[in-house]
């Protein structure tokens, strides 16, 4: 009672996240279900595994993309080489950083960096978008089928760059 959850909103791609809000109307909870009252505090606690939760997300269609991409580029095609085998490094490069901090928060440590962390994030969604990108090139016509699989890629992946923190709050000098 006093809770009220909104409707999924349908996105054009990871409609899994079933991605909604949430209205508390003097809703009782009670104390032992309360995280934290230090909300500043606790956010800044948990941001980063929300983050490299994220980047997560960015580094699995990311890799995906390139992996479906690489037996199409053949023929004409292979003009994508080149962007691919960048697309295929930098991803590799995001994925090895990523699995760094990973480590790092595995082994009991705390990330103190967070502009690079976010910078990281930046870095995962432009893989991502980048990678789709290619893998949409190289698949063709075929790759607009709503049911294929490089069409969900291209759609998750352009979701990711408005996904909060936005490429723009991101980037944000």
Not at 11 to 31: E, K, Y
Not at 106 to 128: N, T
Not at 147 to 157: F, H, I, L, N
């Amino acid at each position: 009672e006093g809770i009220d959850f909104g409707k999924p909103f349908g996105l054009l791609g990871l409609n899994a996240t079933r991605s909604t809000w949430v209205t508390f109307d003097n809703a009782f909870i009670p104390q032992e279900q309360v995280l934290s009252e230090d909300f500043q505090n606790y956010m800044l606690a948990i941001r980063p595994a929300f983050v490299l939760g994220q980047i997560a997300e960015c580094l699995g269609v990311a890799e995906a993309a390139n992996a479906a991409a690489q037996p199409k580029l053949a023929g004409i095609k292979k003009t994508f080489l080149p962007d691919h085998g960048r697309s295929v490094e930098f991803t590799a490069d995001v994925a090895e950083r990523w699995s760094a901090l990973v480590e790092q928060v595995h082994s009991g440590g705390s990330i103190d960096d967070v502009v690079a962390l976010l910078e990281l994030r930046l870095d995962a969604s432009e893989a991502a978008v980048t990678a789709a990108n290619i893998e949409v090139r190289v698949a063709g016509g075929a790759g607009y089928a709503s049911s294929s699989s490089t069409s969900r890629r291209y759609r998750e992946a352009s979701f990711i760059p408005v996904q909060s923190p936005s490429e723009a709050q991101l980037s944000f000098q």
